[in-house]
């Protein structure tokens, strides 16, 4: 319970430690359930509310190579979206640059690199400045920006028809990021990259494993 907590104290006034230790098996399982159990609940709200009518374009991969899949999900995501989305909470201007260079692996979805490139130009204005924003404002802005951007696994969304559906659609994926921020700012990146690793594997490799064409 104690690892709820400090969670929750941290969603509500984000701070980075001052220094990283490594995190526990029982805080980082115990982050997972956490996770997890926001999940089932989603996925059952999410069909009542015929969300599911949103067909996601990663199915055609799943469908083409499961396990190629699963390599890209599990190994691949974590490695170029943590530093993308979590790197630059600690406001140092090396990170954030680096930040917003990786972001440009994510340009085939034309005006999501543009918000991202515009934000990541603002903090180091505001740090070279010698005025960054509140430690609450970045982690608050990443974790909408990861969620915003699993928007675009929804194939043809209508965004003008389909706005109201936006929170709803992401809302898991903001969950995701406010824990993996969390950890990041707590324990570093290498923790929030196996974090991200590991919560994709157990939600991908069932699927993958019972998967029948």
């Given amino acids: 319970m104690k690892i709820f907590y400090s969670l929750r104290d941290f969603i509500i006034h984000p701070e980075k430690a001052a220094s990283f230790q490594p995190i526990s098996f029982s805080d980082f399982f115990g982050l997972l359930l956490l996770v997890i159990l926001f999940v089932v609940p989603y996925g059952l709200l999410f069909e009542w509310m015929g969300m599911d009518q949103f067909e996601n374009g990663l199915m055609d991969l799943f469908k083409e190579n499961k396990w ?66 509140p430690q609450r404002f970045v982690v608050y802005v990443s974790a909408a920006l990861f969620g915003l951007i699993h928007i675009t696994n929804f194939k043809n969304f209508d965004f003008s028809q389909h706005f109201f559906y936006i929170p709803f659609l992401v809302a898991i994926q903001i969950w995701v990021g406010l824990v993996l921020s969390y950890i990041r700012l707590k324990h570093g990146m290498f923790w929030a990259i196996l974090f991200h690793a590991v919560y994709n594997a157990v939600l991908i490799i069932p699927t993958v494993y019972f998967y029948e064409p």
């Fill in 68 to 133: 190629l899949f699963a390599v890209l999900g599990v190994v691949i995501a974590p490695i170029i979206e943590e530093p993308i989305f979590r790197l630059h909470l600690d406001l140092k201007k090396s990170s954030i640059w680096w930040s917003l260079i990786l972001s440009l692996l994510l340009a085939s979805v034309l005006w999501f690199p543009l918000i991202f490139i515009g934000y990541m130009i603002y903090l180091l204005v505001s740090v070279s400045n010698h005025n960054p924003p």
